[in-house]
């Protein structure tokens, strides 16, 4: 329970934190605002993927990030430097959440263990689309702080976040939330128009 309350009220995303930002999100809000994101902007089917749960990528994301709890909000390219290292722990701590009821009072929930293998699965359709929400909501983030708070980054600094994050979206899902969401959003329209990503 300690660490549940710990997690929910002290974790702050690190990439926030790192450039300043003024009450910065937590990963308890990034996982909440990328299911709520998947909630309403996910369609209930896709015809040409059988495959496709909309029901699990929901249930994905909400829990994605509860590792952290441990290991701590570890900025991208620190994982990638070692990412079998960070996978490996990363998986351990949900397998003590989610499976083996290793603390007091706490359920074993295998069904969601299930979900969460998805995450790291290359060939999991479900997987990559609950990935390009938790890549979207962090960009909406992004540009939420860089409107209100553009003190905090610089155009280029952007532009290479923008460009990074854009190129690994490429279900049909995940192109329409990105197009809904960031490029035709209004308030992000001024800085999008700057950076040359949309037309004026």
Same mark, same amino acid.
């Given at each position: ?66 590792? $952290? ?23 351990? $701590? ?107």
């Amino acid at each position: 329970e300690e660490s549940y309350n710990t997690y929910s009220r002290r974790i702050y995303r690190t990439g926030w934190v790192d450039r300043g930002i003024q009450a910065p999100e937590t990963d308890a809000e990034h996982m909440y605002h990328a299911w709520m994101m998947a909630m309403m902007f996910l369609p209930k089917e896709l015809p040409d993927h059988p495959e496709y749960s909309k029901d699990s990528i929901l249930k994905l994301l909400l829990i994605h990030d509860i590792a $952290e709890v441990i290991t701590g909000d570890i900025p991208k390219p620190d994982k990638s430097m070692n990412p079998e290292k960070f996978i490996r722990k990363e998986s351990d $701590e949900m397998g003590i959440y989610l499976l083996r009821g290793s603390y007091s009072g706490l359920a074993s929930t295998p069904e969601y263990y299930e979900v969460w293998k998805m995450w790291y699965d290359e060939k999991s359709l479900n997987g990559h689309i609950a990935h390009e929400i938790d890549i979207i909501q962090t960009l909406h983030q992004l540009l939420t702080y860089a409107s209100d708070q553009p003190e905090c980054f610089t155009d280029d600094g952007l532009q290479q976040w923008l460009d990074d994050d854009c190129q690994e979206i490429c279900t049909g899902p995940g192109i329409d939330i990105l197009q809904s969401v960031i490029m035709k959003n209004k308030k992000f329209r001024p800085i999008l128009q700057r950076l040359g990503l949309i037309d004026s």
